[in-house]
T-cell receptor, first 112, second 115 residues
Framework: EADIYQTPRYLVIGTGKKITLECSQT?????MYWYQQDPGMELHLIHY???????EKGDLSSESTVSRIRTEHFPLTLESARPSHTSQYLC???????????FGQGTRLTVV | AQSVTQLGSHVSVSEGALVLLRCNYS??????LFWYVQYPNQGLQLLLK??????LVKGINGFEAEFKKSETSFHLTKPSAHMSDAAEYFC?????????????FGSGTRLQVQP
């Protein structure tokens, strides 16, 4: 069973609000990722990290930001939520190359 | 740039029939390859992975996949479909020998199993 947790599972919030999606893992993985997934669609990498104080942007441009102050924690922040941010956000973590990435349950964000 | 292509966004089979989900990758160096399954409102769960060992890889729930370098393919199969196999399936690749080590996903294939 994967030990990676995302909170909240569901979030409905008004336009212009600041939000932080939490992701934590207890497996000691150095690599962590955020993917964005619209319903029934593919996953797009928006952020990743190779370790503490390392963050990189992914393939899909995103207005969100991330931080990696602790190995186990990789929160994603939107300073001002907009309806276009409505989507599912999946966090994942892994050891180095060729190893399985473990996924959290996801956060389904709706901005109204 | 690497890409992962899944042919067929929807596949429907009868219970007990063969399941075949197609995946092709495009990179000059064979990447690590993975198949994940996603049930509604859930995260992704690994079915199996190829990391340059055996070309025929067996995974959970009776699934297996064969890596074919000549065809740049990594198709997923299961001899006999169960109703519980209905889900979204994603093929993913991780490039080797690059600075970036993150999974690139295909667009997914929704498997329906008819009784």
């Amino acid at each position: 069973e994967a030990d990676i947790y995302q909170t909240p599972r569901y979030l409905v919030i008004g336009t212009g609000k600041k939000i932080t999606l939490e992701c934590s893992q207890t497996m000691g993985h150095d690599k962590m990722y955020w993917y964005q997934q619209d319903p029934g669609m593919e996953l797009h990498l928006i952020h990743y990290s190779y370790g503490v104080n390392s963050t990189e942007k992914g393939d899909l441009s995103s207005e969100s930001t991330v931080s990696r102050i602790r190995t186990e924690h990789f929160p994603l922040t939107l300073e001002s939520a907009r309806p276009s941010h409505t989507s599912q956000y999946l966090c994942a973590s892994s050891y180095d190359g060729g190893t399985e990435a473990f996924f959290g349950q996801g956060t389904r964000l709706t901005v109204v | 740039a690497q890409s992962v292509t899944q042919l067929g966004s929807h596949v429907s089979v009868s219970e007990g029939a063969l399941v075949l989900l197609r995946c092709n990758y495009s990179s000059s160096v064979p990447p690590y390859l993975f198949w994940y399954v996603q049930y509604p409102n859930q995260g992704l769960q690994l079915l199996l992975k190829y990391t340059s060992a055996a070309t025929l890889v067996k995974g959970i729930n009776g699934f297996e996949a064969e890596f074919k370098k000549s065809e740049t393919s990594f198709h997923l199969t299961k001899p006999s479909a169960h109703m519980s196999d209905a889900a979204e399936y994603f093929c993913a690749a991780e490039l080797i020998n690059t600075g970036r080590r993150a999974l690139t996903f295909g667009s997914g294939t929704r498997l329906q199993v008819q009784p």
